[in-house]
C-alpha cells in the first residue's frame, strides 16, 4: 500500500462515504472500532480483506496499515480506543457481530459531544462490556502471497462464477492440485471451497449494496439457484439477502 498516511489518534466521529469511495492505506497509534450504519464496508490490508455489512463492525488495531472502500452510500462511525484499551484481546483486523444494543450505543457515542463527562465515561464502559461480549464473524478474505495461489485467485476475483474445480484452474495456471489444495490451508488457513464461497459472499454483499436484484446476484456469484444463494447467505450473514438494506 503506497503513501501510507499516519494519524497517532484514531478518531471518535461520524464519516459519510459514497458508494466506491476510499480512504486510502493510513494507520493510528489507537485500537478503532468501525461500523458502517449502512451499505457495505470493505477493509483491506496486506493480508486480506475484511467486509462488514450493518449486522457487523470491524476492529483495527493500532498499528495496523489499512485502507477502506464504501460499497453502497456509508456513514462510517469511527470509534478510537488508546491502545492500552483492548478488550478483546484481538491483534489483527478481526470482524464483530453488532447486537441491536451494541450499535445504539456506537452510535450515541460517536454522535455526542467530545466533553469527557461523566455520562459519556458510563455509555463507553457500557459499550466496552458490550464489546467483549461480541462474538467474531469468519467474514474474512484472506490474500495469497505465493504466486501460483495468486493466480487461482486472480481468476475467481475477475469471475466469481466460474465453475472449475481446482484441478481445473490448476491446469489453467501451470499449478497442480495437490499443491494449490495445500496453498489455501497453509497460507489463507482454509480449503478452496472455503475460500471460494468466502469470495462469492464479498462479491454478493458488494452487488447488493449497489441494489442488485438477489436472483442476478445468484447468477453473477456462481450459486446453481437463487434459494442455494439465499441459504448459504442466511447460514453465513444472519439474515436473507432480500432483508439486506433493511436491518439497520
Given at each position: 500500500?503506497?503513501?501510507?498516511?499516519?494519524?497517532?489518534?484514531?478518531?471518535?466521529?461520524?464519516?459519510?462515504?459514497?458508494?466506491?469511495?476510499?480512504?486510502?492505506?493510513?494507520?493510528?497509534?489507537?485500537?478503532?472500532?468501525?461500523?458502517?450504519?449502512?451499505?457495505?464496508?470493505?477493509?483491506?490490508?496486506?493480508?486480506?480483506?475484511?467486509?462488514?455489512?450493518?449486522?457487523?463492525?470491524?476492529?483495527?488495531?493500532?498499528?495496523?496499515?489499512?485502507?477502506?472502500?464504501?460499497?453502497?452510500?456509508?456513514?462510517?462511525?469511527?470509534?478510537?480506543?488508546?491502545?492500552?484499551?483492548?478488550?478483546?484481546?484481538?491483534?489483527?483486523?478481526?470482524?464483530?457481530?453488532?447486537?441491536?444494543?451494541?450499535?445504539?450505543?456506537?452510535?450515541?457515542?460517536?454522535?455526542?459531544?467530545?466533553?469527557?463527562?461523566?455520562?459519556?465515561?458510563?455509555?463507553?464502559?457500557?459499550?466496552?462490556?458490550?464489546?467483549?461480549?461480541?462474538?467474531?464473524?469468519?467474514?474474512?478474505?484472506?490474500?495469497?502471497?505465493?504466486?501460483?495461489?495468486?493466480?487461482?485467485?486472480?481468476?475467481?476475483?475477475?469471475?466469481?462464477?466460474?465453475?472449475?474445480?481446482?484441478?481445473?484452474?490448476?491446469?489453467?495456471?501451470?499449478?497442480?492440485?495437490?499443491?494449490?489444495?495445500?496453498?489455501?490451508?497453509?497460507e489463507l488457513g482454509m480449503t478452496f471451497p472455503q475460500w471460494r464461497t468466502q469470495l462469492r459472499l464479498y462479491h454478493a454483499l458488494r452487488l447488493l449494496?449497489?441494489?442488485?436484484?438477489?436472483?442476478?446476484?445468484?447468477?453473477?456469484?456462481?450459486?446453481?439457484?437463487?434459494?442455494?444463494?439465499?441459504?448459504?447467505?442466511?447460514?453465513?450473514?444472519?439474515?436473507?439477502?432480500?432483508?439486506?438494506?433493511?436491518?439497520?
Open positions: 500500500m503506497p503513501e501510507i498516511r499516519h494519524t497517532p489518534k484514531a478518531p471518535t466521529d461520524i464519516r459519510p462515504l459514497a458508494p466506491g469511495e476510499v480512504i486510502g492505506a493510513h494507520r493510528h497509534d489507537d485500537h478503532q472500532i468501525i461500523y458502517a450504519g449502512s451499505g457495505v464496508l470493505a477493509v483491506t490490508t496486506d493480508a486480506g480483506t475484511w467486509f462488514a455489512p450493518g449486522t457487523r463492525a470491524i476492529w483495527v488495531p493500532a498499528g495496523c496499515v489499512h485502507a477502506h472502500r464504501a460499497h453502497g452510500r456509508l456513514e462510517l462511525h469511527l470509534l478510537g480506543l488508546p491502545a492500552d484499551t483492548n478488550p478483546l484481546r484481538l491483534d489483527t483486523p478481526t470482524v464483530l457481530a453488532v447486537s441491536p444494543l451494541l450499535r445504539e450505543l456506537i452510535v450515541a457515542y460517536t454522535r455526542g459531544p467530545r466533553a469527557e463527562t461523566p455520562q459519556r465515561r458510563r455509555l463507553r464502559a457500557v459499550l466496552l462490556d458490550q464489546l467483549r461480549a461480541s462474538p467474531q464473524q469468519p467474514v474474512h478474505l484472506p490474500a495469497p502471497t505465493d504466486p501460483r495461489l495468486a493466480a487461482v485467485c486472480d481468476l475467481l476475483h475477475r469471475d466469481p462464477a466460474d465453475p472449475r474445480t481446482l484441478s481445473q484452474l490448476g491446469t489453467a495456471t501451470g499449478a497442480a492440485e495437490r499443491t494449490l489444495s495445500r496453498l489455501f490451508r497453509r449494496a449497489d441494489e442488485t436484484p438477489v436472483t442476478t446476484v445468484a447468477h453473477h456469484c456462481g450459486w446453481s439457484s437463487p434459494s442455494a444463494f439465499i441459504d448459504v447467505f442466511h447460514r453465513a450473514i444472519g439474515y436473507t439477502p432480500g432483508a439486506h438494506g433493511k436491518t439497520r
